[in-house]
């Protein structure tokens, strides 16, 4: 094994190239003055994974009645985001959440006072709007404010903000071990490119590498939290003239959201019951890459469609244009309560070594005011 960095040792390793990963960069280089800092992103561009591969929501708390806190901090953090990233957020849409009369987990009178609660806009939909629902399967519509963002607008800027920071990125290469280095804090191990492998000593690493958190060698301990991960699809769909210009999400239970997929210009169709195919608790030696590589990948928009006529019949004239297949990371005790929580594990065996992952996207600001307060 070669070394890259026999007389340097870097200030911070990120591994992972997603949203996270990249502001966790900026942030070192420009607000704490980290001078030499590489971010190692295993696919051949910045935010091409879980970070495109989503429903592009930024939550401004209306999806989370059964958890005040997630709730209370996107209602926070959106006109945050919207601030910081205006190039990438899509506000030019009508959102509505509508209260399924039947399996749901919330009345429409307990959603009304729960958005009360966390002091979010919500008011009754027009008739217009509300002739788009089946009434028999649809207890009420409100009219909400949510946006959606555009990945590769993030992308863009991301590689802008990371090149002028004087970041170095290495593209398609992979960490394979975290170690204690050799008069050195930490060492990590990488397979680049061509193959051939690496070593790199630095004072910290953040894996933010999302559904590949426990996935190194060498002395790295794995999450404390245990995590489980989910292949799921999301449909991409050319909206019927009924539905273009909406954002549609039918709650709490087995349902489903309609949303603008920026990106390309069409709208992502996911059902909770249809969206994610297969699941497993992370671990070690279960490469969640491979297992998504060999999966079948089968569609189940049929199926999506279907069920969500029922409720929304306008949604049959929509056209299937492809599925974004990713796994989907998140912490093993949101399955009750649907909280999206970060984490943000410091990891004791390897002193400033830290994982982190994001639930969602406006999450970013609870992690950078968790690392202000880490980061010395």
Sequence with gaps: MTSTAQDTIFDAVIIGGGFYGSVIAIYLAKQRG?????????????????????????????????????????RINLPRFVQDWPQAVKKDFTKLYAIARRNSKVTARQFQRFCNEIGV??????????????????EDVFLVEECAFDATQLAK???????????????????TAISKGQ??????????????????????????????????????????TSLKQEITE????QAPPALQGLGITV??????????????????????????????????????????NTYDRATRVGRM?????????AVREAQYIESLFEV????????????????????????????????????VYDMIETLENEIM
């Design 328 to 363: 989907k990371t998140i912490l093993a005790k949101s399955e009750g309560d649907d909280s999206r929580p970060i984490l943000f594990e410091k990891h004791q065996k390897l002193p400033g070594c830290y994982s982190i992952l994001g639930g969602k996207i406006d999450n």
């Design 305 to 313: 469609v279907r069920d969500v006529e029922r409720y929304l019949p």
């Design 121 to 138: 806009k919500l008011e009754p939909a027009g008739l217009s709007l509300r002739q788009l629902f089946e009434p028999r399967l649809i």
């Design 157 to 175: 800027w991301a590689g802008d903000e990371l090149r002028e920071s004087g970041v170095q990125i290495v593209f398609e290469s992979t960490v």
């Design 34 to 74: 980290f001078k030499k800092i590489i971010l190692i992103e295993r696919e051949a561009a910045l935010l091409t994974r879980a970070s495109y591969n989503n429903q592009a929501r930024v939550h401004n708390g209306y999806h989370y009645p059964r958890s005040f806190t997630t709730a209370y901090r996107s």
């Design 234 to 237: 999301m449909a991409l769909m």
């Design 183 to 224: 008069g050195f804090p930490l060492e990590i191990a990488m397979t680049l490119k061509d193959g051939s492998e690496e070593t790199v000593a630095c004072r910290y690493v953040f894996n933010c590498t999302y559904s590949g958190l426990n996935q190194f060698d060498g002395e790295f301990p794995g999450t404390h």
């Design 251 to 292: 709650m709490d239970g087995p349902f489903f959201s309609m949303m603008p997929f920026p990106a390309r210009g069409l709208h992502t169709l996911s059902h909770v019951r249809y969206t994610p195919h297969l699941h497993w608790q992370d671990q070690r030696g279960i490469d969640p890459y491979r297992k998504l």
